[in-house]
């Protein structure tokens, strides 16, 4: 069995045979939607007849760094845009350089307004203690608890 073809979504082609056999990554490939260009109509699909079931093709995202390597990361403050009050302390590896889309619960150093005390208890957005502007909602990031932040909502300053 060889390889012929892997693509970014997980896509591999194994010739036995002179079969061709498709392993999928993703549940709705798995599903019988077909990647056209990569397989022909006439190509059978379903995992290989000699494929175990725990050996699966999955493409596998990076878990964010933790540990000591983030203690050394530079430490943003981030306030609300709305009324300027400090929500909380982050660690953030290039600083203030690009924009806060999303903070790992983990990384959080200070907490001024009870975000880590009240992650994955309710699904409803985090809002801010004093003007309850809605800066940012609950997310599993790779793995990982996360918040997505809302664009426009915070303000991140150095110290």
């Known amino acids: 069995m060889r390889v012929i073809y892997r693509n970014a979504i997980g896509l591999m082609l194994f010739l036995q045979d002179k079969r061709a056999w498709a392993s999928f990554a993703s549940r709705d490939l798995q599903a019988g939607v077909r990647h056209r260009r990569v ?34 990361y530079q430490t943003v403050s981030v306030n609300c845009a709305k009324c300027g009050e400090r929500l909380f302390r982050y660690k953030k590896k290039n600083g203030t350089k690009s ?4 903070c790992f619960v983990e990384r959080i150093s200070e907490d001024c ?6 992650h994955g208890r309710s699904a409803d957005p985090y ?6 502007t809605e800066f940012a909602r609950s997310a599993i990031i790779r793995g990982l608890p996360a918040l997505k ?10 110290k």
């Not at 924009?99 to 999303?102: D, E, H, I, R, S």
């Open 149 to 158: 932040l809302v664009g426009g909502k915070i303000r991140m300053t150095k």
């Open 99 to 102: 924009n806060l889309v999303k």
């Open 113 to 118: 307004a009870g975000v880590s005390r009240d």
């Open 39 to 72: 397989v022909p109509s006439s190509v059978p699909f379903g995992p290989s007849p000699d494929a175990s079931p725990d050996r699966r093709c999955f493409a596998a995202a990076a878990k964010p760094k933790r540990g000591s390597v983030v203690d050394s």
């Open 127 to 132: 809002s801010c203690p004093s003007c309850q």
